[in-house]
């Protein structure tokens, strides 16, 4: 089982910057694309950016050019670097990683969420 926590969010004034990480942990054959979610207030859940174990990356059109992806495989943790917030950024962030149990059997895990709030 694959267990995700994520850190780093908070209270941030429009404009500015937040980096939030996501460590994964538990008995896994190995962690594949992970990516990042948000869930504003009222709203279904969105996708914000996605990256492959190889790095290869995908956003959301609203997130271009402001949010940036990263990974560190050899620590399984992902990060999201929020430059230029907005207030309408606030949501609750969720992790999201795809991970094989063993080879041919891939399994999808979630954090529990972090909470970014930006004031206007």
């Known amino acids: 089982q694959v267990q995700l926590v994520e850190s780093g969010g908070g209270l941030v004034q429009a404009g500015g910057s937040l980096r939030l990480s996501c460590a994964a942990s538990?008995?896994?054959?190995?962690?594949?694309?992970m990516g990042w979610y948000r869930q504003p207030p009222g709203k279904q859940r969105e996708l914000v950016a996605t990256?492959?174990?190889?790095?290869?990356?995908n956003y959301a059109d609203s997130m271009k050019g402001r949010f940036t992806i990263s990974r560190d495989n050899a620590k399984n943790t992902v990060f999201l670097q929020m430059n230029s917030l907005k207030p309408e950024d606030t949501a609750v962030y969720y992790c999201?990683?795809?991970?094989?149990?063993?080879?041919?059997?891939?399994?999808?895990?979630w954090g529990q969420g972090t909470l970014v709030t930006v004031s206007s």
């Open positions: 999201n990683a795809d991970w094989t149990v063993v080879v041919g059997l891939t399994r999808d895990a």
């Open positions: 538990g008995r896994f054959f190995s962690i594949n694309a």
């Open positions: 990256i492959t174990r190889g790095g290869n990356t």
